[in-house]
C-alpha cells in the first residue's frame, strides 16, 4: 500500500516570498498532521485537518496555513517567508486519533534564502 | 523545561550492545509514540502504546503510566539501529503530538 506522500522534496525561496507544500495521506487516512522540524526548535506540532476541518493547531503565526481536500490530501501554505521559516516539513496521516498510531511522510525541506 | 525529557542526548554503542533510551513525561496520556529519524529526515513510527509493553524483532517498548515513564531498548544492536529515536505523546483524543529533543545514537562495529 502506498505511503505517505509530500510534495516537493525540497524547495528554496526567497525571503517574503510563499510557499505550498502538498501532502497525500495513505488511503483511507483521514487525519493529516503537519510538523516543522528545525535544529533549534525541534519537532513542533503545526496543525491537523480531519474530514476537511482542522481539528488542532499549535503555536504558529497566521503567516502558516493549510486546508484539506475531500479526498484527505492536505496542502500547508507558509505567507511572507521569514529565514527562520527554513525548516523541514513533515506531515503525518492517521485513521482518526493520534492512538491509532501514525505514518510520516519523508518531508519537504524548506530553505530560505 | 521541555515536557518531554530523554536521556541520554547521545549514545555511542559497540554492535552487538544492549541499549537503552529513556523518556519521562510531565502530564496524562493517551498514547506515548516511539519514532525512529534517520539522515535524511523520513520519521517510521516504532510503537504506540498506552500501557504495558511492545515487542518487535530486536525492539523493545515499555511504559509506566504511574510514573510518567516510558523505555526503548534495542537488544543486539546493530549499525543499522543507528539513528535519531524521539518519543512524544499525545493527550485525550488529541491527535496534536508533544515530542522530545531525541536520543542520537550511533552503533559501531
Known amino acids: 500500500k502506498a505511503g505517505v506522500t509530500q510534495t516537493p522534496r525540497y524547495l528554496i525561496k526567497t525571503r517574503g516570498q510563499q510557499v505550498t507544500l502538498s501532502c497525500s495521506p495513505i488511503s483511507g487516512h483521514r487525519s493529516v498532521s503537519w510538523y516543522q522540524q528545525t535544529p533549534g526548535q525541534g519537532l513542533q506540532f503545526l496543525f491537523e485537518?480531519?474530514?476537511?476541518?482542522?481539528?488542532n493547531k499549535g503555536n504558529f503565526p497566521g503567516r502558516f496555513s493549510g486546508r484539506q481536500f475531500s479526498n484527505s490530501r492536505s496542502e500547508m501554505n507558509v505567507s511572507t517567508l521569514e529565514l527562520g521559516d527554513s525548516a523541514l516539513y513533515l506531515c503525518?496521516?492517521?485513521?482518526?486519533?493520534?492512538?491509532?498510531?501514525?505514518?510520516f511522510g519523508s518531508g519537504t525541506r524548506l530553505t530560505v534564502v | 523545561k521541555n515536557e518531554v525529557e530523554q536521556s541520554p542526548q547521545n549514545l555511542t554503542a559497540q554492535e552487538g550492545e544492549f541499549i537503552t533510551i529513556n523518556c519521562s513525561y510531565s502530564v496524562g496520556i493517551s498514547a506515548l509514540h516511539w519514532l525512529q529519524q534517520h539522515p535524511g529526515g523520513g520519521i517510521v513510527s516504532l510503537f504506540m502504546l498506552s500501557s504495558g509493553k511492545k515487542k518487535h524483532g530486536r525492539l523493545i517498548a515499555t511504559i509506566n503510566i504511574q510514573e510518567k515513564h516510558s523505555s526503548l531498548h534495542i537488544t543486539a544492536s546493530h549499525p543499522r539501529d543507528s539513528a535519531v529515536y524521539i518519543c512524544a505523546y499525545a493527550t485525550g483524543t488529541a491527535s496534536k503530538l508533544t515530542f522530545g529533543t531525541g536520543t542520537r545514537l550511533q552503533v559501531t562495529l
Open positions: 503525518a496521516s492517521s485513521r482518526d486519533r493520534a492512538d491509532y498510531g501514525y505514518t
Open positions: 485537518y480531519f474530514s476537511e476541518t482542522q481539528r
